[in-house]
């Protein structure tokens, strides 16, 4: 068998290029997310796609379903709806207050008006990380 030559009867792989994002592009958010994991001590995680309203309860239902919502900072960004929710969690809101919240939201908002939505979600998890500090 050659490269790019499927196996009769083999499952197709999953497109996980369906979404928004390129392979490097992901990498690089994969990348962004371990790095404020691991300088921080909290959890950050991002989820894109659709929101059901009242947007910002299911913001916050998908941040009750993380491992450890206390410690957990999620940003959920839609892009069909252009809407945005940054959910911290009891400890990490101790270490990222929501005036820094705010900030890096709008550094996000601003990335993406422009078309940037990867690069958006990287230096808005970069600044987060940045404000949150060592743990």
């Known amino acids: 068998m050659t490269v790019g030559e499927k196996q009769a009867g083999a499952p197709t792989p999953p497109e996980v290029l369906d979404g928004p994002f ?5 990498l690089r958010i994969d990348e962004a997310l ?3 994991d691991q ?3 909290l959890v950050f995680s991002v989820f894109v796609g659709g929101l ?3 947007i ?5 239902r998908l941040h009750r379903q993380l491992a450890d919502p206390d410690r957990s900072v999620l940003i959920a ?3 069909n709806q252009r809407r945005l929710e940054v959910v911290t969690g009891r400890h990490a ?3 990222i207050p929501d005036t820094y919240v705010r900030l890096a ?4 908002v601003a990335s993406f008006g422009g078309g940037d939505l990867a690069g958006g979600i990287i230096n808005g998890l970069d600044q987060l990380a940045s404000h949150a500090g060592k743990g």
């Open 34 to 36: 371990r790095l404020a």
């Open 52 to 54: 059901d309203e009242p």
């Open 39 to 41: 300088g921080t001590g």
């Open 56 to 60: 910002r309860e299911h913001a916050e």
């Open 93 to 95: 809101r101790k270490r």
């Open 77 to 79: 960004v839609s892009p």
């Open 22 to 26: 390129s392979t490097r592009q992901l």
């Open 105 to 108: 939201a709008l550094s996000m």
